[in-house]
C-alpha cells in the first residue's frame, strides 16, 4: 500500500526531464492533481507544450499512457476525499494473511520508512532553526484529527522556549491569535485529508501577513502548502478505519529534539525554573 503517489513520481523525476517536460511537470504540480484530469490537449495548451510532450513524458514516468496517469491521479483524489468506512472497506479487501498486530506495524514501519526518505535534512535543519529562534512568535495548530499533534508539540516547545501559543482550529476562535501574527513569525500547521477549510484560510491569512507556515501533511498533500515556506510529507495509511499519525508523531518529536538541542543552555535553565514551580505546587508525587 506504500507506493510512491504521482505528485513524488513527478518531483523524482523532474531533474532528468527535458525543459519542455520541465514545463509540463511544474503545470501538474501547480495544482495537483486537478490540473491533470483534464483532456489531454487542455493539459498541452496550458503548460506550453505539445501533446506529443505529454504523453512521451507520462510514459518516461512509468504510465502506459495518458489514461494510465489520469486513473492513477483519480485513485489519488478518491484517497484524499475517502472517510473512515470507506478506508476500512478497502483496507477489508486487500488485508493479507497473518494477525493484525503484525500488518499494522508492517504498515506503519514502511509508512516511517517513506516519510524519512523523502525529507531534505537541509529543509528539516532549516525548520528547527526557525522553531528555536525566540525572536519569532511561534504558533502551532492543528484539525479535528491532528490538534492532538499540535498540543504535544506545543507542550513540549513551550518548555524549550518562550513566545510559543497554540491556535484553536475553529474559525470563530483563531481569527483572535491572528491578531498577533507579525513579519517572520511562524505558523507549524497539521492538515491531513479530508483537509480542513479552516486549515487553509488560517495558513493563507498568516502568510499574506508575512509568517512563515510549516505544513505536517499526509503523502497526498494538503492545500495549504501553496502558502507553506516549508511542508513535510509523512505516510498516514494503515490497514484500519482511521490513518496512523505515528509517521508524523515521529517528526514532531525529532523536531522537538533538534530544537532542544540547538537551545540547550536556554531550555536548561527553563527546565529547572519549571521542576521548581512542580516543585512549589506538588503536582507529582514524591517518594524520597
Sequence with gaps: MNTETTREILKRAEPSLTRAERQLCATLLHNYPMSGLGSIT?????????????????????????????AALRDELEAQISGPIAKHDVWAGQAPEGHLLNRFTDAVIGNIRQTLGQIDPAHFDEVATLLADEGR?????????THSLAEYLFLHMQVIRARVSQVPSSSNAWPHAMLDF????????????RYENSALKMAEMAARRGALVVLITDQWQSPVAQHAAFTFNCRITAPSAWDSMVAMMLLSETLVAAVEDATWERTRARMNELEELFDATRIFRKFV
Excluded: C, E, H
Aim: no cysteine; hydrophobic share 45%.
Design 42 to 70: 487542455r493539459l498541452a495548451k496550458k503548460a506550453g507544450v505539445s501533446t506529443p510532450t505529454v504523453v512521451r513524458m507520462v510514459q518516461k514516468l512509468g504510465f502506459s499512457g495518458f489514461p494510465a496517469f489520469q
Design 182 to 193: 507579525n513579519k517572520g513569525d511562524v505558523l507549524l500547521i497539521y492538515d491531513v485529508r
Design 137 to 145: 512568535k511561534l504558533f502551532i495548530s492543528g484539525g479535528r484529527i
